[in-house]
């Protein structure tokens, strides 16, 4: 019998000061791909015309109760949104999708994996006490955002003059 193949994810933030230098890096760590995934992968396969890949990765503020204690696991069969009920949203257009090999390295040419890059410059996003503890990736399913994946992750305060690098990878 063969193995079973999964849909998996991981993200690294990159928190980068006005010279350019890091101040902090998570390295790689793993999110959690939900059922809307897997419900917009199946759309695609039929040819569903509604049925977009990402649009969107959205960051939200979370629970402040989760810098106490860790945040609890969500349930990936029925997490649909973010906790945030107005969070940033980072659009496509200031999103960098890539192709991924089997060693990490971008490439042109269609695989089983992709990257997506996310880079909130300075200022952003607003306001500039906005404490970031978890995100989503979002596709788009008949008209509304549809959820690719999520994550929750310990407070990260950033500043004006800082740049939050966010790349999260999936493998189909």
């Known amino acids: 019998m063969s193995a079973i193949v999964t849909i998996e994810g991981v993200y690294r933030d990159r928190l980068i000061d006005a010279g350019g230098c890091t101040l902090s890096d998570s390295g790689w760590r793993k999110n959690m791909v939900v059922l809307p995934c897997r419900v917009l992968l199946a759309a695609f396969m039929k040819n569903e015309p509604t049925a977009l890949g990402v649009r969107s990765l959205q960051i939200g503020r979370g629970d402040p109760a989760w810098d106490n204690s860790p945040p609890p696991n969500p349930d990936p069969n029925t997490t649909t949104k973010l906790t945030d009920a107005a969070p940033f949203v980072v659009p496509l257009a200031n999103l960098t999708i890539q192709f991924l090999d089997a060693t990490d390295n ?6 089983n994996r ?44 950033k500043a004006g003059p800082q740049t939050l690098e966010r790349k999260v990878r999936l493998a189909f």
């Open 106 to 111: 971008v490439v042109a040419t269609s695989t």
């Open 114 to 157: 992709i990257q997506i890059t996310a880079k909130l410059g300075p200022g952003q996003p607003t306001p500039a006490t906005f404490p970031l503890r978890e995100f989503g990736v979002f596709g788009q399913l008949n008209g509304a955002p549809q959820m690719i994946d999520y994550v929750r992750h310990p407070v990260i305060q």
